[in-house]
């Protein structure tokens, strides 16, 4: 069983004892603005930019996942392209897909601490209101899967107000969703699918 850890301030003073960061990368894999374009800096810029565009050569795909060397992080990068919430059908479930293919990506490339902001909640337009229920049972329930590798997951908020909401929110296990009357279920869950995948369903 992997371990959520919720934290708020820096990304780049949680480093310690982490095998990877998660980078919310744009589609071409430059430096931006806000979190990412301190990670590139941090990083080098100059030398990861070049490795980018050495070893891949078309942009990203929404929630695909690239892995590349953090050069002077001294780990390695785990840059995910996240849904934007105003160009899809689905945001919520878009987002909490992201998290999942994260979690697996991480889990099979042999990572067993990574750290993260919150993905999605900066210029790609999510709330944090919005999506820190299906978020957190996302990630709790992955955690708890008892057949899959064990990661621990950092989530780093911009704020202490933002670290308290995500610290004080309680999902409700699917069980506790199934009481609810119907006029009350606007929770999302996650459940498992027979071949022990993440199966996301969003009940409006």
């Known amino acids: 069983m992997g371990k959520l850890n919720i ?20 589609e071409y894999m430059l430096s931006g603005s806000g979190v990412c374009g301190a990670i590139y800096k941090a990083a080098g810029k100059e030398e990861l930019e070049k490795y980018c565009k050495d070893n891949f050569s078309s942009n990203m795909k929404t929630n695909e996942i690239r892995i590349t060397p953090g050069f002077d992080l001294e780990i390695d990068i785990i840059h995910i392209y996240c849904p934007k919430a ?9 987002l909490v897909n992201s998290y999942s293919e994260l979690l697996f990506s991480a889990a099979n490339n042999g990572y067993k601490n990574i750290i993260s902001v919150s993905l999605g909640t900066g210029v790609h337009g999510y709330k944090h209101e919005d999506v820190v229920g299906p978020v957190l049972g996302l990630v709790k329930h992955y955690l708890e899967l008892p057949n899959t590798e064990k990661v621990n997951f950092t989530l780093v908020l911009p704020s202490d107000e933002l670290r308290d909401l995500y610290l004080h929110h309680k999902p409700l296990t699917y069980e506790e969703f199934r009481k609810l ?21 969003l009940t409006m």
């Open 7 to 26: 934290v708020s301030g820096n990304i780049l003073y949680y480093l310690k004892n982490m095998d990877a960061l998660v980078n919310s990368a744009n």
């Open 86 to 94: 105003y160009q899809t059908k689905e945001p919520i479930t878009e």
């Open 181 to 201: 009357p119907n006029e009350e279920k606007g929770i999302k869950y996650v459940e498992l699918s027979p071949e022990d995948k993440l199966k996301v369903r």
